[in-house]
């Protein structure tokens, strides 16, 4: 009898955790774990992996990228890679750097690699150095279920848009971009972003951006809104002001 004691406050401290991971802490968008090899516990890798999550967490803030590996042999080093979304401040960047890195863990335990996405950054980590190339395999898409009212032109215009901040994305040197373009002669407007992890050259960033915008077809044909998303590059579109400053 004594454990229903316990229940009532159980019950509200759980729904305060909800409450609050609903309001505070965001989701992530996606996640995939490796499905190559697992690792065991207190191995070498996985100190190696503890070890550069930790450094990843505080060399990513200051400049939104981090990159590094930890571990002297082949087979126990762990590569990682961390990108913020190129309006987030230095602490919503470290806050998402390290909410990704502690839900990654947690949804795949001893997965020898995994890549995460939120709003705000993306952490991928990996025992094989995958540095400076284009990542096809991990990649998903979201959209805005809303239809445009002129579809063809819409699309037209969002290709414009993308476009054009992929080429302002891949010379630039932090391989980000956003920008907006006028629809049509009404008040509304069209906003863009594309931005590249800062491993790739420039015309690595080109090709990775032309990918992505190649796909929006088949995901966002005619859609308010849409994103394509991957381990190298992301592109999004919005009929709402989705960038700070
Ligand atoms: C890795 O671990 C997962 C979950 O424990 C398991 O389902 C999977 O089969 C394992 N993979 C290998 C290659 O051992
Ligand atoms: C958008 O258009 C498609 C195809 O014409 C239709 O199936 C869908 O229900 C529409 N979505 C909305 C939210 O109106």
């Not at 802490?25 to 697992?38: E, K, T, V, W």
């Not at 025992?127 to 002129?150: A, H, M, R």
Request: proline content about 4%.
């Amino acid at each position: 009898m004594s454990s229903s004691k316990f229940s009532t406050p159980t019950t509200f401290l759980l729904i305060f955790v909800l409450l609050f991971k609903t309001c505070f802490g965001a989701n992530p968008l996606f996640h995939f774990c490796s499905s190559s090899q697992n690792f065991t516990a207190n191995t070498p890798y996985d100190s190696n992996l503890r070890t550069l999550i930790n450094s990843l967490i505080y060399k990513t803030p200051s400049t939104g990228f981090g990159i590094g590996s930890i571990g002297q042999y082949q087979n126990q080093k762990a590569y990682g890679l961390t990108l913020c979304r190129g309006d987030v401040s230095a602490s919503e960047c470290k806050t998402c750097v390290s909410d990704a890195t502690k839900e990654i863990l947690s949804l795949c335990p001893y997965n020898k690699g995994a890549i995460i996405w939120y709003d705000n950054c993306m952490f991928k980590y990996l025992d094989t150095d995958f540095f400076g190339n284009i990542d096809n395999t991990n990649k998903f898409s979201l959209l805005n279920v809303q239809n445009v009212t002129d579809p063809a032109m819409f699309n037209y215009m969002t290709k414009e848009l993308l476009s054009l901040l992929a080429y302002k994305a891949y010379v630039s040197p932090n391989m980000y971009a956003t920008g907006e373009l006028k629809i049509g002669g009404e008040s509304k407007k069209l906003y863009g972003l594309t931005q590249c992890t800062r491993d790739l050259s420039s015309s690595s960033c080109k090709k990775c951006l032309d990918d992505a915008i190649s796909e929006l077809p088949n995901c966002c044909d005619g859609k308010e809104g849409g994103r394509v998303v991957g381990g190298s590059c992301n592109i999004r579109y919005e009929i709402y002001p989705f960038v700070k400053g």
